[in-house]
């Protein structure tokens, strides 16, 4: 029937056959229709509403165990910083006590290195004066070392060096072959009993012996034989054995050990074959690589100075602390003595007197709320030291500065007004004081001027409250205006100028402080009137 609603979807199936070339294949394809247009998929079981759920939620907690868990957090927090401070103390010490250590054992190790190559260099000495004297009974013999303290390092082994004998030659051109092969041999023995220690080579090199050796060789290829040509060479054989500590991962510093261990391979292959030349000289070489020193000294020397400064710096800091933590403990301050040793050796004895000048100062205890006021009164001091130091060195730029500042201030405080405005800054143009220095055309006069100028108008615009203060300073900036015109104006301005602008600066200050109370209690006044609020009450 047609008004018959289904309670079930039916189906309707259709089938199809497809025919191909080769067979026949049948296919059955079923469609599935629904003839009931109200009919849907049944909807998932509703879960619980958001006011369900939060009403079976846990209770939040109170604001006593969020104010406890907080404090447990930060006592945590706490606990792992001071872990932290104590390690890093921990490790600061073990490592100051290790630099400490292998400074002294390098030092022993140096002393004694050096002790015993004078030892073999005066045994050789003394066998090469036996053999040209002709007792050929007492060469060589092994060369005795000084004894060795109980308590000093061992010593190294090292090879001792080879003594050659010269042979008499008649012919000279015989014997001047003969020299220039010791020199060779000579140079390369040494370089090869001292290459291996970067510590013992750099001894080797402070030897005299060793300058004029290196000079002799540089010589035997046509280069001039001084002792910077001796030291420059030096100084690339050190570059080239000590290249990982020596240099960065800077480009100059890679570009100079390529060179300096190019120069050195040259060196070796010229020492191995004597006099003859093959390839590139050694002398186009040693040009070349002096070259590539020159430039790249000028890049390196202010880096290092820059790093030595920088670790002046730091010990200085490392110093203080220490001074704040014996002020924090009481007593009286005892400098450490390993940190400014360590400074005198980096940054000098000029270093370590001021650092340790500042160690010895007396500290004052300065309670809180006037640190601010103490902190910016040692700041204001340090900056007029500052400004003296410069001008009392001619140079007056920081002093100009100074001036304009003040000029600036002053101008702001008459801005409502053009007329006295302009009339200020025909009085007072620190750019137009700056030009007659330059010129040459300002006078002791003129600046006494100035500050009579500058006087009156600072004690006009003070407030009542503050006028006998400014009367008191008016007049000892006129008595000693009166005592000095006839001083020369170079001494006059680092004598008085400078004494004079502080104390400007300070009732200038106390103006705009003057005018700030001034407006705070007109604000006041309108917001909370404490006279009466009408004529009548006015009146009554």
Request: aromatic share 6%.
């Given at each position: 029937?047609?008004n018959?609603?289904?309670?079930?979807p039916?189906?309707?199936?259709?089938?199809?056959?497809?025919?191909?070339?080769?067979?026949?294949?049948?296919q059955?394809?079923?469609?599935?229709?629904?003839?009931?247009?109200?009919?849907?998929?049944p909807?998932?079981?509703?879960g619980?509403?958001?006011?369900?759920?939060?009403a079976?939620?846990?209770?939040r907690?109170?604001?006593?165990?969020q104010?406890?868990?907080?404090?447990?957090?930060?006592?945590?927090?706490?606990?792992?910083?001071?872990?932290?401070?104590?390690?890093?103390a921990s490790?600061n010490?073990?490592?100051?006590e290790?630099?400490?250590?292998?400074?002294?054992?390098?030092?022993?190790?140096?002393?004694?290195?050096l002790s015993?190559?004078?030892?073999?260099?005066?045994?050789?000495?003394?066998?090469?004066l036996?053999?040209?004297?002709?007792?050929?009974?007492?060469?060589?013999?092994s060369?005795?070392?000084?004894a060795?303290?109980?308590?000093?390092?061992?010593p190294?082994?090292v090879?001792?060096?080879?003594?050659?004998v010269h042979?008499?030659?008649?012919?000279?051109?015989?014997?001047?072959?003969?020299?220039?092969r010791?020199?060779?041999?000579?140079?390369?023995?040494q370089?090869?009993?001292?290459?291996?220690?970067?510590v013992?080579l750099?001894?080797?090199?402070?030897?005299?012996?060793?300058?004029?050796?290196?000079?002799?060789?540089?010589?035997?290829?046509?280069?001039?034989p001084?002792?910077?040509h001796?030291?420059?060479?030096?100084?690339?054989?050190?570059m080239?054995?000590?290249?990982?500590?020596?240099?960065?991962?800077?480009?100059?510093?890679?570009?100079?050990?390529?060179?300096?261990k190019?120069?050195?391979?040259?060196l070796?292959?010229?020492?191995?074959?004597?006099?003859?030349e093959?390839?590139e000289?050694?002398?186009?070489?040693?040009?070349?690589?002096?070259?590539?020193?020159?430039?790249?000294?000028?890049?390196?020397?202010?880096?290092?100075?820059?790093?030595v400064?920088?670790?002046?710096e730091r010990?200085g800091?490392?110093?203080?602390v220490?001074?704040?933590?014996?002020?924090?403990?009481?007593?009286?301050?005892?400098?450490?003595?390993?940190?400014?040793?360590?400074?005198?050796?980096?940054?000098?004895?000029?270093?370590?007197?001021?650092?340790?000048?500042?160690?010895?100062?007396?500290w004052?205890?300065i309670?809180?709320?006037?640190?601010?006021?103490?902190?910016?009164?040692?700041?204001?001091?340090a900056?007029?030291?500052a400004?003296?130091?410069?001008?009392?060195?001619?140079?007056?730029g920081?002093?100009?500065?100074?001036?304009?500042?003040?000029?600036?201030?002053l101008?702001?405080?008459?801005?409502?007004?053009?007329?006295?405005?302009?009339?200020?800054?025909?009085k007072?143009?620190?750019?137009?004081i700056?030009?007659?220095?330059?010129?040459?055309?300002?006078?002791?006069?003129?600046?006494h001027?100035?500050?009579?100028?500058?006087?009156?108008?600072?004690?006009?615009?003070?407030?009542?409250?503050d006028?006998?203060?400014?009367?008191?300073?008016?007049a000892?900036?006129?008595?000693?205006?009166?005592?000095?015109?006839?001083?020369p104006?170079?001494?006059?301005?680092?004598?008085?100028?400078l004494?004079?602008?502080?104390?400007?600066?300070?009732?200038?200050?106390?103006?705009?402080?003057?005018?700030?109370?001034?407006g705070?209690?007109?604000?006041?006044?309108?917001?909370?009137p404490?006279?009466?609020?009408?004529?009548?009450d006015?009146?009554?």
């Open positions: 029937p047609v018959q609603i289904p309670t079930k039916t189906t309707r199936t259709a089938m199809a056959s497809a025919v191909t070339e080769q067979h026949a294949v049948r059955v394809i079923v469609i599935p229709v629904h003839e009931d247009p109200v009919w849907c998929p909807s998932p079981t509703p619980a509403t958001l006011k369900q759920r939060l079976t939620s846990p209770p907690r109170s604001s006593e165990e104010q406890q868990r907080l404090e447990a957090a930060a006592n945590k927090r706490k606990q792992r910083l001071m872990s932290a401070l104590e390690s890093a490790h010490k073990r490592a100051r290790r630099v400490f250590s292998i400074k002294l054992q390098r030092e022993q190790q140096r002393a004694h290195k015993e190559i004078n030892a073999k260099l005066e045994a050789a000495a003394e066998r090469r036996n053999v040209s004297r002709g007792s050929p009974s007492s060469a060589p013999k060369p005795t070392l000084p060795l303290d109980a308590f000093s390092l061992p190294s082994s090879d001792t060096f080879p003594v050659v042979p008499t030659v008649p012919e000279d051109g015989a014997h001047a072959m003969e020299e220039s010791t020199v060779h041999e000579r140079l390369r023995e370089l090869r009993a001292v290459s291996s220690n970067v013992e750099a001894e080797w090199m402070k030897l005299p012996v060793t300058l004029e050796l290196a000079s002799e060789f540089l010589a035997l290829h046509d280069i001039e001084s002792s910077r001796a030291r420059r060479m030096l100084a690339l054989v050190y080239s054995n000590d290249s990982e500590g020596f240099f960065d991962d800077s480009a100059e510093d890679k570009i100079m050990m390529r060179e300096a190019r120069l050195n391979a040259i070796k292959k010229q020492l191995k074959r004597g006099a003859a093959e390839g000289s050694f002398s186009a070489a040693f040009t070349r690589a002096g070259r590539f020193h020159a430039a790249w000294a000028s890049h390196d020397v202010p880096k290092q100075a820059a790093q400064d920088a670790v002046v010990l800091q490392e110093v203080m220490q001074r704040s933590e014996q002020a924090r403990q009481g007593g009286d301050p005892e400098p450490p003595e390993e940190l400014l040793q360590q400074l005198r050796l980096i940054g000098g004895e000029q270093a370590e007197a001021a650092v340790r000048a500042q160690f010895l100062q007396p004052q205890p309670a809180a709320p006037d640190l601010e006021a103490r902190v910016r009164e040692v700041a204001t001091q900056m007029w030291d400004i003296k130091e410069q001008v009392a060195a001619g140079e007056y920081a002093l100009f500065g100074v001036l304009g500042e003040m000029q600036q201030a101008v702001t405080l008459v801005a409502h007004s053009e007329r006295e405005r302009e009339d200020f800054l025909d007072f143009d620190a750019k137009f700056e030009q007659q220095v330059t010129h040459g055309v300002l006078e002791t006069q003129d600046v001027e100035l500050i009579s100028y500058l006087v009156n108008t600072i004690r006009g615009w003070q407030a009542a409250a006028d006998a203060d400014a009367a008191e300073w008016a000892q900036v006129e008595a000693t205006l009166d005592g000095t015109k006839d001083m104006l170079p001494q006059f301005i680092v004598e008085h100028l004494g004079f602008l502080p104390g400007a600066f300070a009732r200038i200050g106390r103006i705009y402080q003057r005018i700030l109370e001034l705070e209690s007109i604000r006041r006044e309108r917001e909370q404490s006279g009466p609020a009408t004529l009548a006015a009146l009554a």
